[in-house]
């Protein structure tokens, strides 16, 4: 595969390698925005938390359209959710965390071979988040972003061959 082009802001990985004394002002949130996330983070299922969906009770009709609409509403309001009792093995879940964390462990260059290419729309791949938010700042965030479904949008070839477990 050939190594994609180097975006022209530098991956965060770098950033927050690079001995800087501060955060760029360009990823700095306001004060009630952060404010608002840490408020989420910790209240968890209490009070305005992130939604917890648990889909243990999809089997019954009225199951179904309950977790339909706890879905519909946490994507709407939130954007973001919590699964539970989604039947997916804890040992397949902590090695897919393990595959993940193995791959971002690899130096930047090494990841570089992966990355995507927004502008000519290939959105697949390893990348920084360089949308800016509401506010017109920029995410904190590198990412490696797969298209699994529909099955004909999953493209194999871009899938990292390193670690070796990668899933």
Same mark, same amino acid.
């Given at each position: 595969?050939?190594?994609?082009n ?19 002002t ?20 209490? +009070?305005?938390?992130i ?10 009709e ?16 939130? +954007?973001?959710?919590?699964?539970v ?11 897919l965390q393990?595959? +993940? ?31 800016n938010?509401?506010n ?14 529909p ?17």
């Amino acid at each position: 595969m050939a190594t994609k082009n180097i975006p022209p802001t530098p991956r965060v990985e770098i950033l927050a390698n690079s001995g800087l004394c501060s955060i760029p002002t360009e990823f700095v949130r306001a004060e009630s925005e952060r404010k608002d996330i840490l408020d989420a983070l910790n209240n968890g299922a209490i +009070g305005h938390g992130i939604p917890i969906v648990d889909l243990g009770g999809v089997s019954s009709e009225e199951g179904r359209w309950r977790c339909v609409e706890e879905v519909k509403a946490a994507a709407t309001e939130w +954007g973001v959710m919590l699964i539970v009792n989604h039947g997916v093995q804890e040992e397949i879940i902590e090695r897919l965390q393990a595959s +993940g964390r193995g791959f971002f462990d690899l130096p930047v260059e090494a990841k570089e071979k992966y990355a995507n290419d927004q502008s000519s729309g290939q959105i697949q791949g390893y990348g920084s988040k360089l949308a800016n938010n509401a506010n017109g700042k920029l995410e904190w965030q590198d990412y490696f972003f797969h298209l699994v479904y529909p099955k004909e949008k999953a493209d194999l070839a871009i899938w990292p061959t390193e670690p070796a477990d990668y899933m």
